[in-house]
């Protein structure tokens, strides 16, 4: 075995109360292939900005070629000869192929020579086995074809370390083949590669050894002989029992509210098809960027579909705005509670009647403050939002006091249909009971719930029926009790086989 | 793939013909509603005009190209005329050679001033160079206290330097000015496309967070650009001193509009990261001709120019974005960096049909 | 233990306006006693009444997290096309009907690219800044043009209610209404959250679009508004009415507490701002200081109120750097 090239030493890594990497250890060695699998917010990511720089550890020790290290910057990471590769490409999309390559690579001479600049290039894409041509602006290439620039960029600064961050995330099945080719011909040349997926199909497929990393900490590295897929899945979900929640099964479910058929939208989702009954939670469970966050958006009028056609209480409707989506009693609680759920300079009160507003304005526009604080009053106390006053920014709350915000903000509009997107992401266990419980009693009061959610648990503790999305497909779907961690996890990450289809 | 001529050239260049061409248009245009309009004065006024402003837009555009604007320098060009046509009177034995060099570090001063609060706070640009427009104007009026600089009280050589030719072509007389002015142009031109410092700039312009990933010094950059553009325009203060003579407090005033104006109009990408210099000579000289042909057009005041100069430069801001819109409809980086509310929510997916269109 | 203590009023930045206000009318009332009278006070105002009228309405353009920097050019052509078409054989009245639609076209044009084609205002206006100017300029060319009707002329200085003329009326009313609009209106409170975060107001159903162009439109017509009562004061008009009027504005604006970004600010900032500004250049004008000084002056002064929020941070920084040290 030859020596390792990095060394991640008990890395740990805390924002506020949560620790992402919580004395994490993975070493990387000279032409391998280094699989790094998890579940959403496992700790992956930060690992990755630990290791290139941008965030620094709170403790443990990067040891390169045996010497401890410190990356203050991304240069600093850079100049020991790693390199990362992100899920979005980050190439300049002004600048040709060559010049993204080589824009910062200080071994050449400072005068470009185009000519020369093309050619080796040329070279250097050709080492990957592919064929780009270096004339073209990056603004112009593929998603694959920008990820290959990246990937020559590291290559040109002889990269010995090569981070890549669910580099199949957004392509097709042969430019996943053409990276992988790529993989290879790194590993043959001596590169010590970290491949971050979610695909374990695709890790067994291309990986020497698989580490297996949950709620920031090491579970287990093993070379890919010696495990089989089901144990990597069961690796990945296994949690301690008390973190569980007791399934309750709706009581009762009444007619079918919304109605959808061979829904798509071109990239996002295809031939999207299901019901949701009053009363009833439907769970759509999946990875992170499987389409189901467009599937609600397109129902929410933020992205409407192409094609296919949304029935609510039996009537066809084309809903083309947020706005047209209140109307027709849909509410949508966003994943991204920062960007797009509430917005956090602006006080309790105000956020929770944005949607409503105007329901609130007499004749002459302006709002009644007083009939506003009385319902904002009534959320508190129905969902317990602990905040000592209402006309503070939300930003002052803790993260589950606003998650109640949002959802009270949606309550508010009183939905026939509520989406909600990962609804208890980043926000501590008892706080995740308390959405749980105000969901269930939305349920039982009759909406109709459909719960985007990539924490399995979740999934299962509050679902009557999941559906199970890869790729913008439906690829299987369980009725509440049938529905298993590993079950649901082999369907969403497209293990071979088993799977209740 | 089709092979015709007009497939093989980039935008940049296409942009770069299209505006040749109606510079061409406009001449002949002009000369048809002009008696004696193609005469070899007013090319020589004309050409020592855009001396001065291509100087200013040329600096001006490396600041465009990092995604900011320096609105300070027609207050830079004022206080560097009025300051070294004050030195100089003041000391008429100074080396000839230490006045243009005076100027250029005066105006590098100014641009690192700007330069310092854009990149170390992260101040939007516009903002900033906003305020020292006005800072540097009354600085300029504080020295000056009301006088103005008067051509009697410069020594002769820099009075003759504005009207020294370089070479004759026929009636054409080419001065100094004009070539040192071009020089210069060429000069960051090709600093701009032969040099990785250069094209560093695009880089920054292009996309500022790939430029941090990639390694690049991002505020180091955007500061160079200011300390150009001040350098620059002291440049182009120094010949405004030589070719007017007479400098008041208002010297230079408005310029910072006409150069923005020039670089806009010869394709340089208001949201940085695109466009030539060569462009910018021509957009530079298309404005000039334009009001300098509107004074002598009997059909529309002259009065007419910022009108036409303002609809321009709408007119190219609104074509750059259409154009790169057409370019975000793919799935690019630069789509990733102008993320839409539903790119937000879920990892971005190439459409199929882009990658189809990419495949033939 | 919490509750809102006159310390702790004082810390927001407005409390901080206020003191510093306090501090400069003490300076000028002690260096002339004729400073804290009535008539100078109204005289005060009077003098830049047209920019703290579009100050005003500028104040929600910048919450909503947009620029208008071609107000000044408007006033500009609003009151050159005023001038042109009383020339021309209108009567004043009509004239000042004519010269407002064009400043609600003007403010239209500029809604048309920044609400609907999605190019940004900055970019926008700042090409209008110079196309509405240079229009202006070839309505009247260099002439001025002169002898309105006496009722237009005293329009700007003669009393009509109490010591007040009608522009200073005008302040009053609208800053009492977009106050309101402001603290009040649904409109006002979505324009906040257009400011604060454009995407949560787009996906709570908000006509993002709609209250952009709203605001662009109203910025124009008030624009114009102030530029008929440039001319009504002066009793004049040329083609520079107005120029560079947009720093002083927007640097009153800023300076009041509204972020660049959006989102924050109130209309008692700017006030506050408008109340420092005059006095601050009333003082220097005592103290001899000249216009383009006092414009520098101001161009300080926005470089510091955009750097306001760097400051605090650094000084929260800094703060906890203390507090982890000595905890």
């Given amino acids: 075995m030859t020596a390792p090239v990095l060394e991640m030493r008990e890395i740990s890594k805390a924002f506020g109360n949560t620790r992402a990497l919580d004395a994490f250890s993975i070493s990387l060695e000279p032409g391998t292939i280094h699989a790094l699998v998890g579940e959403n917010g496992a700790g992956k990511s930060t690992l990755i900005k630990v290791m290139m720089g941008i965030h620094q550890p709170d403790a443990g020790s990067i040891v390169v070629d045996g010497r401890e290290v410190t990356f203050r910057t991304t240069q600093e990471a850079q100049a020991a000869a790693l390199a990362a590769i992100y899920q979005e490409p980050m190439v300049f999309p002004d600048l040709d192929v060559a010049e993204n390559i080589f824009i910062n690579h200080h071994a050449r001479p400072a005068f470009v020579r185009w000519r020369a600049l093309y050619d080796e290039a040329s070279a250097v894409i050709k080492r990957l086995g592919v064929s780009v041509d270096p004339r073209r602006p990056a603004g112009s290439l593929t998603l694959a074809e920008q990820q290959t620039v990246e990937i020559a960029r590291a290559i040109s600064l002889d990269a010995r370390v090569l981070i890549m961050d669910e580099p199949s995330a957004s392509l097709s099945d042969h430019e996943v083949r053409r990276l992988f080719g790529i993989a290879r011909a790194l590993r043959a040349a001596g590169v010590a590669v970290l491949y971050i997926s979610h695909r374990l199909e695709e890790v067994f497929e291309i990986a020497d050894t698989v580490t297996v990393m949950r709620d920031g900490k090491h579970v287990s590295t093993r070379p890919i002989a010696d495990i089989t897929e089901e144990r990597v899945v069961a690796e990945m979900v296994g949690r301690d029992m008390q973190g569980r929640f007791k399934r309750m099964p709706s009581a009762q479910t009444g007619d079918v509210l919304l109605r959808v058929e061979g829904l798509s939208r071109a990239g996002a989702f295809h031939d999207v098809s299901f019901t949701v009954r009053k009363g009833e939670i439907l769970c759509f469970s999946g990875l992170v960027g499987a389409g189901r966050t467009d599937v609600a958006l397109a129902l929410f009028g933020i992205a409407p579909p192409d094609h296919g056609r949304i029935e609510i209480a039996g009537q066809p409707v084309t809903i083309s705005s947020p706005a047209v989506a209140q109307r027709h009693g849909i509410a949508y609680v966003s994943e991204d509670r920062r960007k797009l759920g509430i917005a956090m300079a602006e006080t309790v009160t105000a956020n929770i009647t944005l949607p409503m507003l105007d329901s609130y304005c007499g004749p002459l526009g302006l709002v009644d403050k007083r009939a506003e604080s009385a319902d904002a009053d009534t959320f508190r106390e129905r969902l317990d939002i602990r905040a000592a006053d209402l006309n503070m920014p939300v930003g002052t709350l803790s993260g589950g006091n606003q998650q109640k915000v949002m959802l009270a903000k949606w309550l508010n509009t009183k939905p026939r249909l509520l989406l909600v997107d990962e609804p208890t992401r980043g926000i501590d266990i008892g706080a995740k009971a308390e959405v749980h419980r105000i969901i269930r009693d939305l349920a039982a009061q009759g909406v109709a719930i459909v719960i985007i959610s990539s924490d399995l648990p979740e999934v299962l503790s509050l679902a009557d029926r999941v559906i199970v999305m890869r790729e913008g497909r439906f690829v299987g779907e369980f009725q509440g009790e049938s529905a298993t961690d590993e079950s649901v996890m082999h369907l969403a990450v497209g293990a071979a086989g088993r799977g209740a289809a | 793939m089709r092979n015709t001529f007009m497939s093989r050239i980039s935008p940049t260049s296409m942009r770069i013909l299209a505006l040749l061409f109606v510079l061409i248009l406009t001449i002949l245009f002009f000369s048809t509603q002009i008696e004696n309009y193609l005469n070899a004065r007013l090319f020589n006024r004309i050409s020592t005009s855009v001396a001065i402003i291509l100087l200013i837009a040329v600096g001006q555009s490396v600041v465009v190209l990092t995604r900011n604007i320096d609105l300070s320098v027609g207050s830079v060009v004022g206080f560097v005329a009025y300051f070294v046509g004050g030195v100089v009177g003041a000391f008429p034995e100074i080396p000839a050679i230490l006045v243009p060099v005076l100027a250029i570090a005066l105006g590098a001063c100014f641009g690192a001033f700007n330069g310092f609060l854009v990149s170390r706070f992260n101040l939007p640009s516009i903002i900033v160079t906003l305020a020292t427009l006005a800072i540097f104007r009354s600085i300029l009026v504080e020295f000056t206290d009301g006088s103005s600089i008067t051509t009697a009280s410069l020594p002769d050589w820099l009075t003759e330097f504005a009207r020294l030719n370089a070479f004759v072509v026929g009636n054409f007389r080419v001065r100094w000015m004009v070539v040192i002015s071009i020089v210069v142009a060429l000069v960051v031109h090709v600093f701009l496309t032969r040099f990785r410092a250069g094209r560093q700039f695009y880089a920054v312009g292009s996309n500022p967070e790939a430029a941090r990933v990639a390694g690049i010094n991002v505020g180091r950059t955007v500061m160079q650009a200011f300390v150009i553009s001040g350098a620059l325009a002291g440049l182009a203060g120094f010949m405004f001193l030589a070719r007017f003579g007479n400098i008041t407090i208002v010297a230079g005033l408005g310029l910072e509009l006409k150069s923005v104006g020039a670089v806009v109009v010869g394709g340089v990408n208001i949201f940085g990261g695109s466009g030539s210099v060569i462009g910018v000579l021509i957009g530079a000289s298309l404005i000039d001709l334009l009001e300098t042909s509107l004074v002598r057009w009997a059909l529309v005041s002259e009065f007419w120019r910022d009108a036409v100069l303002g609809m321009l430069i709408l007119l190219a801001v609104v074509t750059d974005t259409f154009m790169s819109r057409r370019l975000l409809a793919r799935p690019t980086a630069k789509a990733a960096a102008a993320k839409t509310a539903a790119d937000n929510t879920a990892a971005p997916i190439a459409a199929p049909g882009a990658r189809q269109a990419e495949g033939s | ?327």
């Fill in chain 3, 1 to 327: 233990m919490k509750g809102s203590t006159f310390i702790d009023r004082l810390a927001t930045w407005e409390g901080f306006l206020f003191l510093v206000l306090v501090l400069l009318i003490l300076l000028n009332a002690l260096s002339t006693p004729f400073f804290l009278t009535v008539s100078n006070q109204i005289n005060l105002f009077q003098l830049s009444i047209e920019k703290v009228i579009v100050a005003l309405i500028m104040t929600l353009v910048i919450i909503n997290g947009e620029i208008d920097l071609s107000v000044a050019s408007i006033m500009g052509l609003a009151a050159t096309t005023f001038g042109w078409v009383f020339q021309a054989g209108i009567s004043a009245e009509w004239a000042i009907v004519i010269a407002l639609t064009i400043g609600i076209i003007c403010g239209a044009f500029n809604a048309f690219w920044i609400a609907w084609a999605g190019i940004p205002s900055l970019v926008v206006t700042l090409a209008m800044l110079i196309a509405y100017r240079g229009f202006a300029r070839v309505l009247v060319e260099d002439r001025g043009i002169t002898d309105f009707p006496e009722w237009f002329d005293s329009l700007g200085q003669a009393p009509i209610l109490g010591p007040f003329p009608l522009s200073m009326l005008i302040f009053f009313t609208l800053l009492v209404v977009l106050f309101v609009v402001l603290q009040r209106s649904a409109f006002g409170r979505k324009l906040y959250f257009i400011g604060s975060n454009r995407d949560v107001a787009e996906y709570s159903g908000v006509n993002v679009r709609r209250i952009k162009a709203t605001i662009f439109i109203a910025s124009g017509l008030i624009s114009a508004l102030a530029g008929i009562l440039f001319a009504a004061r002066v009793g004049s008009v040329r083609g520079d009415i107005g120029v560079g009027f947009e720093l002083d504005i927007i640097t009153i604006v800023l300076l009041g507490g509204v972020s660049i970004f959006g989102g924050t600010g109130t209309i008692t900032g700017t006030v506050l701002a408008i109340l420092i500004v005059l006095n601050l250049r009333n003082g220097m004008a005592l103290a001899n200081i000249t216009g383009h000084l006092q414009t520098g002056a101001l161009g300080i002064l926005l470089i510091l109120s955009v750097m306001v929020p760097t400051i605090r941070d650094a000084g929260q920084r800094l703060w906890r750097t203390v507090r982890g040290e000595t905890g």
